[in-house]
């Protein structure tokens, strides 16, 4: 099912940094603004248009001359036809006087019809943040959220790991927390996973041993993030000798993973017995940092490696016993 919101619930939440008010159609405040299969969130908003109707049709100056060319009968085009296009939302923009025939017609179709003090460009670009964010594909994902470094860092591994006593050690050491436990993700764009914490978790952090902790008043509101883009995931693995003995330790294979089809770069950390994972983790994102730049230590390690080994083949080559 995609995701859609009220028009009423669009009014509440953009009343007063819009300057929106109710002119008609009250009665149709329920109707849905939603996202099509086939059609971007940007598009939902836009200036009047008959070929490719937006569900929010925003009039500005042309548009509103244009409806009172309309109602003296300059243009065949007739306010029946107008309201035959699927709309959810009609919102008169720049302080404009709203002409009686549209607010007729609103208010016999139950058409929400709001009016703005705003400029309209300004209007729908607003409108458009507002309902891609609200909007958004989401999904809800166990672990442990952070903002590391300006890097949003999920934690994730089983129960018992230790996940919340490494992000109160991580909280310590400067960064801070988005959120616990439950983790919901939004795409807000194709290639943007934003991070957020459900509100009722907002703030909180348990800690076996230690409850709940409310993590804004123990270490103040620094320590907070109400959102962030999701950037890294690290998953928090129990290794014991025979495990760690296992690791390639000079794999250069990026690893991945796929979230709302968005690929987010991940990397598995060992957890076991004496390892400071607070200082693995910084050190895990200054390195995903690096790669960012184009720095793979790795790969550096390996071809001075090989370098080396050439030169010793070439001197040998040069210098036989």
Known sequence: MMPSISVRRLYQDNQHKLQLAWAAGAAGADKRIGVEADKPVLALVGHLNFIHPNQVQVLGVAETDYLSRMETGDLAYSFEQLFELPMSLVIVANDLPVPKILRDHCHANNVPLLTSKLESPYLMDVLRIYLQRTLAVSTVKHGVFLDVFEIGVLLTGQSGLGKSELALELISRGHSLVADDAVELHRTAPELLEGRCPALLRDFLEVRGLGILNIRHIFGETSIRPKKSLNLIINLVPADDDYM?????????????????????????????????????????????????????????????????????????????
């Open 245 to 321: 003995k296992q690791i390639d330790r000079l794999s250069i294979r990026s690893e991945t993973e796929s979230i709302l089809n968005v690929t987010v770069r991940s990397v598995t950390l060992p957890v076991a017995a004496g390892r400071n994972l607070a200082v693995l983790v910084e050190a895990a994102v200054r390195n995903y940092i690096l790669q960012l730049r184009g720095k793979d230590s790795t790969r550096e390690f390996l071809e001075r490696h090989q370098t080396i080994m050439k030169e010793q083949a070439l001197s040998h080559e040069d210098h036989p016993d």
